[in-house]
């Protein structure tokens, strides 16, 4: 039977959520591979598979660290997970400590709205671009994301960020907004660390 790869996560936290969900839990040695049965055959996700992986991790990601997968990964059957968990053990296991206790934020500065514009496309890259510097001082790690495909969007970027500091992070961005009337800055999260997760899927 197919299985789909929602995300891997520490050893037996999780028996709770798998069974509620509908998931099941592959593990070898300490990691676990969330999965659930899918289709033999290859499928394009569509938004219901989208949100339903989204929510599998959210849940998971409440208990412990998760390194969610990208949305329509699937394995042949149960072997090739354990496969895959033992090939990449090492490096599945140093990414689940990296990720421990930390979440992700997403930070999008976008134009100001029309007729409030003041500066040009380069001078609100710019500003941008400096605020985005000094978000980096209260973060442990920065991905910058390609824009949104919505209109008005200058820059966007994605930062790992300690649990227990979401607070002040969150703080910071605001203070940026404040700073700076030229762009409208928009945070989103606390996320699971997905732009900060890049799996070997190989087995």
Known sequence: MALTLFGVVEYD??????VALGTELIT????????????????EPDEAAAMRHNDVVMIFAARGPI???PVGVAFRNREAVERWLELHYSALADALSFVQNRVAARVHVTRPV????RETSADLVAIASESMRELRTSAVATV??????KPGVVQSAAFLVEANAWPQFAAAVEASGRQSTS???ELTGPWPPYDFVQMQLGT
């Open 28 to 43: 070898v040695r300490d990691l676990t591979a969330v999965c659930a049965p899918c289709a033999q055959r290859v499928t």
């Open 114 to 117: 029309a007729g409030e514009e």
């Open 13 to 18: 936290v999780h028996a709770v959520q798998a």
């Open 67 to 69: 390194l969610p997968a």
């Open 144 to 149: 910058a994301l390609r824009p949104d495909q």
């Open 183 to 185: 762009v409208r800055f």
